[in-house]
């Protein structure tokens, strides 16, 4: 009787080998973290900060793997058919979470089935700036001048329905103004171009713009905040420079494939978290203007789906609807 008992104890412990098994031992390899945008945006500059600091923490080198294309959704497609492993992480924006699923007709994932999140990992606003080319100098200016040439201005954006467009046409619709909408294929390349005058503004976020802006390359008017900038105190909110009531920006978060292990998912939340609350890593995201913003796995989720309400609320409003 006790080797038949002892027979099936050590049956049910086989069992559960597998998946009890799986998470001690991990990362025994670097992990690879996706991001959906090119190299020098604000995400990017966002995810590799953290996988230096994340890498330190877990003993294993995190690789940071650009791989751009639909608005960030090209990268979480290729996370969500990623192993369930541990070694495929996506570092994602608004846009291939909470916009994607709104804006595109023929979705390849369900972003709240088919990724886990881990946490939230930082919160960063828009800055409205503009090519200095343009004469204006403040909100005020900038909004009479579009009006007076409507149609004229070209604003860029990090792909068609991502988090700034949908802020371009909102404040559009806010304004009163009429532009052209010119997507590309991220930050970086939005900028360049912004740079070289080809469009004349955009909303980008502060890691992004603000080098720019201080050296005298883009002129900022506004931040789509309630408070000003620590990073940029001179630059006045759209409350203050003529337009209530328009916020907006963006957000970065970690996810997992859908059925990574529990075990994975508490321990890579525990050491972003511990990394994220650190003074030098919240320090060197407010001098970007990013706001470290730690969560555990539950309440990344319930913000997740928040940010998917918000957008198809928005969408209505001002008119977008799944291509």
């Known amino acids: 009787m006790r080797r038949r008992t002892f027979l099936l104890a050590s049956a049910a412990a086989a069992t559960q080998a597998p998946s009890f098994a799986q998470s001690p031992s991990w990362p025994t390899r670097p992990v690879r973290t996706l991001i959906g945008y090119p190299p020098g945006g604000s995400t990017d500059v966002a995810g590799r900060m953290l996988a230096e600091q994340l890498g330190r923490r877990l003993g294993q080198q995190i690789v940071v793997e650009n791989r751009a294309g639909a608005g960030g959704t090209v990268a979480a497609n290729a996370v969500v058919r990623a192993e369930p492993d541990g070694y495929t992480l996506l570092l994602a924006a608004a846009p291939e979470v909470a916009i994607a699923p709104i804006t595109m007709k023929a979705m390849p994932y369900d972003p709240v089935r088919d990724l886990q999140p881990i946490t939230l990992v930082g919160q960063v606003p828009f800055l409205l700036v503009v090519n200095p080319a343009l004469p204006v100098n403040t909100l005020r200016e900038f909004i009479a001048y579009s009006k007076a040439h409507p149609g004229k201005l070209n604003y860029s ?17 806010m304004a009163g103004t009429q532009a052209v909408h010119i997507p590309y294929k991220g930050s970086g390349p939005s900028i360049v171009d912004l740079l070289a005058g080809q469009v004349q503004y955009t909303f ?18 506004a931040v789509a905040t309630r408070q000003r900038l620590a990073s940029a105190p001179q630059v006045p909110t759209f409350d203050e420079a003529g337009l209530p009531g328009f916020t907006g920006g963006t957000w970065f978060g970690l996810f997992a494939p859908a059925k990574t292990p529990h075990s994975i998912i508490e321990r890579i939340n525990a050491a972003a978290g511990a990394v994220l609350r650190s003074p030098e890593l919240s320090k060197a995201y407010a001098d970007r203007g990013i706001v470290a913003s730690p969560q555990s796995p539950e309440e990344f989720g319930r913000f997740v789906q928040a940010e998917v309400n918000k957008y198809k609320d928005l969408a209505s409003k001002v008119g977008i609807v799944a291509e």
């Open 204 to 221: 980008d976020t502060p890691p992004a713009v603000l080098e720019h802006v201080r050296a005298g390359k883009l002129r900022a008017l």
């Open 157 to 173: 954006s990090f792909g068609n329905n991502t988090s700034n467009h949908l802020g371009g046409e909102l404040f559009k619709l």
